[in-house]
T-cell receptor
Framework: DVKVTQSSRYLVKRTGEKVFLECVQDMDHENMFWYRQDPGLGLRLIYFSYDVKMKEKGDIPEGYSVSREKKERFSLILESASTNQTSMYLC??????????????FGQGTRLTVV | AQKITQTQPGMFVQEKEAVTLDCTYDTSDPSYGLFWYKQPSSGEMIFLIYQGSYDQQNATEGRYSLNFQKARKSANLVISASQLGDSAMYFCAMREIAGNNRKLIWGLGTSLAVNP
């Protein structure tokens, strides 16, 4: 069974802390994504990666960075957490670059609260 | 610009009845794919069904079917024989082949409540 695993389900951090959200997939997918989801705003893409060490900005990259040192792992980093980064964070992966019908598989989500 | 519109923020349906969730899209690319996902209260996004722009037939997956009307740029999800477990958020998404086809464009979702 395909799997995308996020390291934490719930996380509470203090303002100014450096926060790491980890995501691991076991499907050998090339593409990995980080989204944040807020009520009324849907899913917004933060960053994505289509290969090891490659990354591209999504729609809302400010305040975030990412790391992809290995194909199966994609980390989201909040350099200095702020209260407006309180949100649900979703990691996803997809394979077969160039094929249209490859769906994205999602992790269970991390609900981050910054206090 | 690419865009997905889901006009129904919330929907109610009686158990065992069918329900249609609307999705319209905007793209200038002739080649694209359309996806529907379900998100229960647990938070995980679950893939339901896919429709390609060149597919001749409407996609079906069990109780899910897609009413694809290309000229109207709509891709409505039909859930037949609703069950209580269908209560969730439903998202429509699109991928274009032009440019960067790795990204999905998302609608804001429709919240479906199934009443017993």
């Amino acid at each position: 069974d395909v799997k995308v695993t996020q390291s934490s389900r719930y996380l509470v951090k203090r303002t100014g802390e450096k926060v790491f959200l980890e995501c691991v997939q076991d499907m050998d997918h090339e593409n990995m994504f980080w989204y944040r989801q807020d009520p009324g705003l849907g899913l917004r893409l933060i960053y994505f990666s289509y290969d090891v060490k490659m990354k591209e900005k999504g729609d809302i990259p400010e305040g975030y960075s990412v790391s992809r040192e290995k194909k199966e792992r994609f980390s989201l980093i909040l350099e200095s957490a702020s209260t407006n980064q309180t949100s649900m964070y979703l990691c996803a992966s997809s394979g077969d670059r160039g094929r249209m019908n490859t769906e994205a598989f999602f992790g269970q989500g991390t609900r981050l609260t910054v206090v | 610009a690419q865009k997905i519109t889901q006009t129904q923020p919330g929907m109610f349906v009686q158990e065992k009845e069918a329900v249609t969730l609307d999705c319209t899209y905007d793209t200038s690319d002739p080649s694209y794919g359309l996806f529907w996902y379900k998100q229960p209260s647990s938070g995980e996004m679950i893939f339901l069904i896919y429709q390609g722009s060149y597919d001749q037939q409407n996609a079906t997956e069990g109780r899910y079917s897609l009413n694809f009307q290309k000229a109207r740029k709509s891709a409505n999800l039909v859930i037949s024989a609703s069950q209580l477990g269908d209560s969730a958020m439903y998202f429509c998404a699109m991928r274009e082949i032009a440019g960067n086809n790795r990204k999905l464009i998302w609608g804001l979702g429709t919240s479906l409540a199934v009443n017993p």
